[in-house]
Structures are given as structure tokens and as C-alpha cells.
Nanobody, 120 residues
Framework: DVQLQASGGGLVQPGGSLRLSCAAS????????IGWFRQVPGKEREGVSC????????YYLDSMKDRFTISRDNAENTVYLQMNSLKPEDTAVYYC?????????????WGKGTLVTVSS
């Protein structure tokens, strides 16, 4: 079975950094895309970033493209989200999900989230 496990969340001060990890298992190949999403209670989930199966194509929400970097290590079956210059409004539960088409179009499986809290 496909499984995704997000980790790396925590409490960080404004301006600080965190690196989230999404460990993937159960895939038969590396031909999958991974996306990061976040949700604040009471608000809709929003897409943060996505990386294609080859890693050659990445997507970011406009407000994050200068602060967040997505990458993948296929040898480790892990996708990372480096988050810098964090702001209180980045506080949310962050989820990773996979698009088995490899194209960052529609997510097929979701992992449990990891909480990021940005506060002084």
C-alpha cells in the first residue's frame, strides 16, 4: 500500500526555518509527484508546492516561491520542503500527498499532517 509520512513540524520563531520531510513507501517506481498542502482549522486547505516525478518541474504558491524550496531524493524516497523566513501566517498543519501520474495534477493518496507553529 502507498503510504506517506510527513514529519519535521514544530514550533519556530518568526523569521526562522524548518525542513519538512515526506517519506514515501509502497510505490512500485519513482514515477510519482509529491505535493505539499496546508490547512488552518476553519479554513480551506491550500496547495503549497509540488514536485514532478523527475524533479525537473516544481510548483509553488506565489506567496511562497521566494521562501520555500521543494526537493526530492528518490534514493531515499523522500521529498523535502525547506521553509525559510517563516511568518505567523504560515502556521498550519502541513500534509504531503501524491499524484501517481507524476504531473502534480490530482492527488491520489494523502499522508497525515505535521503541525508547524510560527510564534514568538
Amino acid at each position: 500500500d502507498v503510504q506517506l509520512q510527513a514529519s519535521g513540524g514544530g514550533l519556530v520563531q518568526p523569521g526562522g526555518s524548518l525542513r519538512l520531510s515526506c517519506a514515501a513507501s509502497g510505490f512500485t517506481s519513482d514515477d510519482y509527484a509529491i505535493g505539499w498542502f496546508r490547512q488552518v482549522p476553519g479554513k480551506e486547505r491550500e496547495g503549497v508546492s509540488c514536485i514532478s516525478n523527475s524533479g525537473s518541474t516544481t510548483y509553488y504558491l506565489d506567496s511562497m516561491k521566494d521562501r520555500f524550496t521543494i526537493s526530492r531524493d528518490n534514493a531515499e524516497n523522500t521529498v523535502y520542503l525547506q521553509m525559510n523566513s517563516l511568518k505567523p501566517e504560515d502556521t498550519a498543519v502541513y500534509y504531503c500527498a501524491t499524484d501517481l501520474s507524476g504531473l502534480c495534477e490530482a492527488m491520489d493518496y494523502w499522508g497525515k499532517g505535521t503541525l508547524v507553529t510560527v510564534s514568538s
